[in-house]
C-alpha cells in the first residue's frame, strides 16, 4: 500500500491542490495536524481532506490552539496575528473535534510531533518506535537510536521556500519513503491574504520566505 504523509497545512488551498494532484494514485492520506491556521482557507483544506479516499487526520497544536484547548496568550505575537487574521473565517470546528493525537501506518507511530518537542533533523531524541511526525516544518529522514524518524515538511508553509509544499510517500509493503515537494501558485496564497487585510506583519514574514 502506498501511503501520502502530509503535515503543516496551515490554510494554503492552493498548496494543498498542488499535492493533492500529485498523491491522486495512493491508497491512503495520513495527515499528521496543522491544517488549519495561518493561511486563509482553513475550512477549504479540511473539507478537500476529508473528499480523500483512506483519510486518516491527525489534531496538531493549532487544530487545539482553534478549539481552546491550548491558551493564545502563549504564543508568539506574530502567530497571534495570524491567529486572529485566519480565525474569523474558520466555521468548521465539526471537522477538527475529536481528532486522534496518533495512528500506525506500517509499523511507524503517526503523530505531530513527540512530547510537545520541536525536533529537527539534528535534535537527539529517543523515539518510541519507527515514526513520522510533523511540527517543525523541516522534511528530513534520520536514523535515531535504531529508529527511523521521519518528517515530510510542511504542505503550506514551508520555512525555506514558500513557494514549493512539500510531502512525502510510504510504501508499507517494501517500508521505502520518498520525500517530495511540488511548486505552487504562491501568488494566489499572497494575495487572497492582501484582499482579505492580513496584517502587514504577517505578509512580510510569508515573502521573507520566497
Known sequence: MRVAVISDIHGNLPALEAVVLK?????AVMCLGD?????????????LLNRLPGLTLLEGNHEALFLGKEP????????????????GFFTRRDLIENLPMEAAVGGFLCTH???G???????????????????????FHVQRHGRQVINPGSVGQNRKRLDMACYAVFDTV???????QVAYPVSVLLNEMRALDYPPECLSYYQSKL
Open 23 to 27: 498523491i491522486r494514485h495512493v491508497d
Open 35 to 47: 491544517v488549519v491556521n495561518y493561511g486563509p482557507w482553513s475550512d477549504a483544506c479540511l473539507e
Open 72 to 87: 493564545l496568550g502563549h504564543e508568539s505575537p506574530l502567530v497571534q496575528q495570524f491567529y486572529h487574521a485566519s480565525f
Open 113 to 115: 510531533t513527540l512530547d
Open 117 to 139: 518537542r520541536k525536533i529537527y533533523k539534528d535534535t537527539d531524541v529517543v523515539p518510541p518506535s519507527d515514526c513520522f511526525i510533523g511540527h517543525t516544518h523541516d522534511a
Open 174 to 180: 517494501t517500508r521505502g519513503v520518498a520525500l517530495e
